[in-house]
């Protein structure tokens, strides 16, 4: 395309979305085309072409969705924030809220530094980031996108087209770079396609990064489809003269298209079924569409009539659609040459979603009426991202659960009244039960499908039709975890035990404070109310005070003293007795005072510290950064003391670090070793095996000062299956 033409491109570009919305805004299309092409004018891709060529294709793609002008707009302008001097602010100025968000949105939108075949990787796309990946900040990064997908999934439709254009011009990349977005594309994208409907970009996507990422294989598969073509085309010519010449004597109208197997899909079902590509026998199925619904059951009709269905072997979409919205009648036959035959039967509008997903959906946005519609059925989607924040603990689990749920195979099961609950492949009664409700999951105890009753470990079939059995008294199993598939199961079932546990701790706690209450001789009815409670448990750091107790965290003795101390001592303008351990500080001229270390901070000597003047307890010793300190800034200024912290004695103190790795055998006897070799003592422990084949070690050790801890930490970093590294509370559970 030359200059003149690349200038002028985006006249064609809205004659071809005057085509299906003649009420297009042109005059904005044109604003942000020559906004874009002046921004991007001095920069070029890295194959030498003018760069807008990318967002040019981007559009198109949009548009070959049918696309509203606002997201085509945002197609156009999606990189100028990140590569030029345009801010948000600029672009909602210039064109409108609903563009910027859209545009910030995208700009956002980077599956950064993670991959989930195990490794770590730079920033995508044409101008990659030299910078270390961290497994805990990508996967909040992913957690972010999905939660920003789910208000406006115009988003993402921008973001595959993007991606798309990306794929197709992988050659000018080098081979590690074509790889890495590759692999990122098989692992997101292509899911993220298919979930939204999206089968026209899904198919290319898996394609295009099949050729990338194995390109012996995929030339294989290219030979192997080329030379068989010739009689798969003459056998599927017959099979569509027969039906063609039956539907006419039927007066049913209707045409007949062949759908040919993608390479990635052939490829994939030789290696999952183990067979030979002379034995795959659905290379090509038939396609027919029709006007209406009732045609195509008149059309199954005529096709059943015509060759024999293989039993097990047909699949209603249309009376029961797929959780994408997708639609069709799905049969299998024996074909004209005694072979299996796939007959896929729809109507147009089915068709259309079936290649554009979510993305037919913003072809009139006027339609009001069409869009609530359109909301209704987006609401799986929308409901399970928010599912999987809310049984989330961090960002971690957030991405496993993503990975478990979203980028596996999904089996469709039906319940009483006919919905349609999709589950990964595998799933169970529990798991459907879960996904009805929390309730429903606690109170399982058994199933019936399609009318028989069936064991809590059965493994649905597409099609099955699911009514749970439940018990008001029930309870959840932990033996449930070894076979429920969906992350939201295994999360509920956790988060029950977890509830249950800490209410037994709680009630443990609460008994062992009132015998030392009563030991001590202070009043009870006093000192365990709900106010006094909560008071005590904000001085001392802990959410429930009574559960601290009971796990072992605070002695009963320490709240005594704690409660001795507030009501009967106040901290002099003098000099005081220490008080649990002999610190040496400078304070003003004044060395000996009773000093703690906040729990919340833990701070060491080397760091920046502040003082924070307690009621009755003395000075507590704070880290400069901690969150606490900033609070008492604006509340209690007048509490805050500077500090000069000059330790003089080889006084260690607990410190307290996570380690996140990959879960191996050996872990923990080489994260030990490098303690040994810094001559730190490790006096806790606890570990936690994540559902993600990844281990978390809590450890509690000694040192002598802030710069041991900083050496000992970057010396764990830099070890070969560490993730991350970070210091946490001293009260963490250990």
Not at 266 to 283: A, C, G, N, P, S
Not at 464 to 485: C, G, H, M, T, Y
Request: hydrophobic residues 40%.
């Amino acid at each position: 395309m030359s200059d003149t033409d690349l200038k002028h491109a985006i006249e064609p570009m809205i004659e071809r979305i005057r085509a299906y919305n003649p009420d297009c805004d042109a005059d904005l299309l044109r604003r942000v085309y020559d906004f874009a092409y002046e921004k991007h004018a001095e920069q070029k891709r890295d194959d030498g072409r003018p760069y807008i060529i990318h967002p040019i294709a981007a559009a198109e793609t949009l548009i070959d969705l049918r696309m509203d002008d606002h997201s085509v707009a945002a197609a156009l302008l999606h990189d100028v924030i990140e590569d030029q001097d345009v801010t948000l602010d600029d672009l909602r100025k210039l064109f409108g809220d609903d563009i910027a968000k859209l545009v910030d949105g995208v700009t956002k939108l980077k599956f950064t530094g993670f991959d989930f075949g195990g490794h770590k990787e730079d920033e995508d796309g044409d101008k990659p980031k030299k910078k270390k990946a961290n497994v805990n900040k990508s996967a909040e990064n992913i957690r972010k996108i999905f939660l920003a997908m789910a208000k406006d999934f115009r988003v993402m439709v921008i973001k595959l087209a993007d991606r798309l254009h990306n794929m197709r011009t992988l050659d000018a990349l080098s081979e590690e770079r074509r790889r890495r977005i590759a692999r990122e594309t098989m692992q997101i994208y292509a899911p993220l396609a298919h979930r939204l409907g999206i089968g026209a970009i899904k198919w290319e996507l898996e394609d295009l990064a099949f050729k990338a990422l194995e390109p012996e294989a995929y030339e294989r598969v290219s030979e192997l489809v080329a030379k068989s073509r010739d009689e798969r085309e003459e056998d599927i010519a017959e099979a569509v003269d027969m039906l063609e010449r039956y539907l006419k004597s039927n007066h049913i109208k209707a045409t007949i298209r062949s759908r040919p197997k993608h390479l990635w899909s052939i490829h994939r079902k030789m290696i999952t079924q183990h067979i030979d590509f002379e034995d795959i026998y659905d290379l090509s199925a038939l396609r027919v569409i029709t006007d209406t619904p009732d045609d195509c059951y008149r059309v199954l009709g005529v096709v059943h009539d015509l060759w024999m269905p293989i039993p097990n072997m047909f699949s209603d979409y249309i009376a029961k659609p797929k959780s994408n919205m997708y639609q069709s009648l799905h049969t299998k036959v024996i074909g004209p040459k005694g072979e299996p035959m796939e007959i896929q039967i729809r109507t147009w509008e089915m068709h259309r979603v079936a290649d554009f997903g979510v993305a037919a959906h913003w072809q009139y946005k006027e339609n009001l009426s069409s869009q609530d519609e359109f909301q209704k059925k987006l609401s799986w989607l929308r409901q399970q991202l928010f599912d999987w924040q809310e049984t989330s603990h961090d960002a971690g689990e957030f991405l496993s659960n993503v990975i478990n749920d979203l980028f596996t195979d999904q089996v469709f099961v039906f319940t009483p009244r006919g919905d349609v609950i999709d589950l990964p492949a595998g799933s169970t009664p529990v798991d459907f039960a879960y996904r009805i409700h929390s309730d429903v999951g606690n109170h399982c105890v058994g199933a019936r499908v399609n009318g028989k009753q069936v064991p809590l470990t059965y493994a649905f079939s597409n099609g099955d039709i699911v009514e749970v059995i439940s018990r008001s008294n029930a309870q959840p199993s932990l033996d449930w975890l070894q076979f429920v598939k969906s992350s939201q199961a295994k999360s509920k079932i956790k988060q029950f035990f977890r509830k249950r546990d800490v209410a037994d701790f709680a009630e443990r706690g609460r008994d062992a404070y009132e015998r030392e209450l009563v030991k001590s001789g202070l009043d009870t009815r006093e000192y365990m109310r709900e106010d006094k409670i909560s008071e005590l448990a904000k001085d001392l750091g802990y959410e429930d005070l009574y559960a601290a107790i009971g796990y072992g965290y605070v002695s009963p003795m320490t709240i005594i003293n704690h409660i001795k101390d507030t009501d009967t001592r106040h901290l002099p303008g003098a000099i005081v007795k220490r008080a649990h351990r002999s610190l040496t500080l400078s304070l003003d001229g004044v060395d000996t005072l009773m000093i703690t270390r906040a729990n919340c901070c833990s701070p060491l000597p080397g760091e920046k510290v502040v003082g924070y003047v307690t009621r009755g307890k003395g000075i507590a010793l704070h880290a400069a950064d901690c969150p606490n300190i900033r609070k008492f800034r604006e509340i209690e200024p007048e509490r805050l003391v500077d500090i000069t912290w000059e330790e003089k004695t080889d006084e260690k103190y607990k410190a307290s670090i996570k380690i996140h790795t990959i879960d191996r055998i050996g872990m923990l006897s080489d994260i030990t070793a490098v303690f040994s070799e810094e001559k730190i003592n490790i006096v806790g422990m606890n570990v936690d095996c994540l559902t993600d084949k990844t281990a978390e070690f809590t450890l509690m050790i000694e040192v002598v000062d802030f710069d041991a801890l900083k050496l000992v930490m970057d010396k764990l970093d830099m070890m070969k299956d560490v993730l991350s590294v970070e210091r946490v509370a001293t009260n963490a559970r250990i």
